[in-house]
């Protein structure tokens, strides 16, 4: 199997290069085509010669993924599903006003087995590369318009860290795409020894997903509570600073009698005081074999408000694309309806 070039650094295509006689200055020529031309092809790198070309090609694939297919919400939310093996993954795009928000997966499945989510009920059916990651942001149709991203699709971007830490440098250095940490949130549910690891390494945004302030309620629902308590999260986060540019969010999805209850709120307000932070409260999109149901709007106003009467900023999060499954939680590796890629 041929080594992908997508996903490497200047340092190494250089040394690819010359591995296929090429002078070294070529490995700045291949990060050029590849993260900033954002090339589908080695022809299409033309200031390499015809020669050189064919000994890249002969030895490398640039390891591009094209999606096998898309699909539209009437919101204007657009999933894309990317074959990763025998399994798929997907990828979505969320408009709003003049930002464009890539929903980006990080692995086939999980193996965290969160009770309420799609994905992580399929099962874990392998990590993602590095230029599996950056293919869904260089193989969409809306590549040239992306302002931000999110890694919250599907899989656990700590439980695949090496990879999702690669393909950011490659999004954040100046020979790779060139963008701010601040445009990039790695959202996790709390996998303690990557986490430490990323906090030191990254200045990324950071999402915690938390959904229930009570170990053994959590437990029921998240199992990693069980290996990562939330209040150890909570604990590690509050060691890092994060009243500058940097952020923290806590997301929080709300399950009609399960966690919305005043105790729920006094918990939570107890668990996050003092830590500068906001929280996302998040509508559960139902899913087979689940029995709750998603609390009430209005129980949600009131959980929003008495977090912010607190000093906890807390918003409620806009639900998107739930009409092609492509809202918080709905990720499975299929479309509601497939529409080949042109």
Not at 162 to 189: D, M, Q
Request: with cysteine.
């Amino acid at each position: 199997m041929k080594e992908k070039l997508l996903g490497m650094t200047p340092e190494e295509l250089k040394a690819a290069a010359i591995g296929c006689g090429l002078q070294p200055y070529a490995g700045g020529q291949i990060a050029k085509w590849l993260y900033v031309k954002k090339a589908h092809s080695f022809d299409e790198m033309t200031d390499i010669s015809k020669a050189g070309r064919e000994a890249l090609a002969a030895r490398y694939e640039l390891g591009l993924t094209l999606p096998a297919a898309s699909a539209q919400s009437a919101d204007g939310t657009r999933k894309y599903l990317f074959p990763a093996g025998e399994y798929a993954v997907e990828a979505v795009v969320i408009p709003d006003e003049e930002r464009r928000t890539l929903c980006v997966s990080s692995q086939a499945g999980c193996r965290m087995g969160c009770r309420f989510c799609m994905t992580g009920r399929q099962g874990f059916h392998g990590h993602l590369s590095a230029a599996d990651i950056l293919s869904q942001f260089i193989a969409i149709d809306e590549s040239a318009q992306l302002t931000n991203a999110v890694f919250m699709g599907m899989g656990e971007p700590l439980d695949n860290y090496s990879e999702v830490s690669r393909a950011i440098t490659v999004l954040t250095s100046g020979w790779g795409f060139g963008w701010s940490p601040k445009r990039i949130t790695v959202s996790t549910i709390g996998v303690i020894p990557t986490l430490k690891r990323f906090l030191e390494e990254s200045r990324c945004h950071l999402a915690v997903s938390l959904h229930d302030p009570f170990p053994e309620e959590r437990a029921s629902i998240m199992p990693v509570q069980k290996a990562y308590p939330i209040e150890d999260v909570v604990n590690l986060i509050r060691q890092y600073d994060f009243s500058g540019q940097r952020r923290v969010s806590f997301e929080y999805t709300m399950f009609a009698g399960l966690n919305d209850s005043k105790r729920h709120e006094d918990a939570l307000i107890r668990l996050l005081r003092g830590l500068e932070c906001r929280v996302n409260l998040i509508r559960f999109h139902k899913i087979p074999d689940f029995p709750h149901e998603s609390t009430a709007l209005p129980l949600m106003e009131n959980f929003r408000d008495r977090l912010s009467a607190h000093g906890i900023t807390c918003t409620i999060r806009a639900s998107r694309g739930e009409d092609i499954l492509a809202a918080c939680g709905m990720l499975a590796g299929r479309h509601k309806a497939q529409n080949p890629q042109s």
